[in-house]
């Protein structure tokens, strides 16, 4: 399996951004975002079935980011809304073989490469 994600970038206190990530050459059940800022350990971000009929957030994504998925092909994306200094990070793309949806990054099997994000004041 492999994973490619995309749509990092600088934006300002406030704005948005919408990552993706492509997956292909295998089939999985979950697809989730991590993140991992400077001197810190990888954290969930987001997470959902691949049926989309279960999603998951962290406390700190709830109401300003958005898990989903293009029905059309293996890509899922993560909008973020109102952002904030603090969601600076590089984000990750990961995929867990089996349900349910976790949110310890050593339940996930393939990670994609980071994309970074940075979000100033």
């Known amino acids: 399996v492999q994973l490619q994600a995309s749509g990092g970038g600088l934006v300002q206190a406030g704005g948005s951004l919408k990552l993706s990530c492509l997956a292909s050459g295998g089939t999985f059940s979950v697809m989730a975002w991590f993140r991992q800022a400077p001197g810190k350990g990888r954290e969930f971000v987001a997470g959902?079935?691949?049926?989309?009929?279960?999603?998951n957030y962290a406390e700190s994504a709830k109401g300003r980011f958005t898990i989903s998925r293009d029905n059309r092909d293996n890509t899922i994306y993560l909008q973020m809304n109102n952002l904030k200094p603090e969601d600076t990070a590089v984000y990750y793309c990961?995929?867990?073989?089996?349900?349910?949806?976790?949110?310890?990054?050593?339940?996930?099997?393939?990670w994609g490469q980071g994309t970074q994000v940075t979000v100033s004041s």
């Open positions: 959902m079935d691949w049926r989309g009929s279960r999603k």
């Open positions: 990961a995929i867990r073989r089996e349900l349910p949806i976790r949110t310890s990054d050593r339940e996930y099997d393939y």
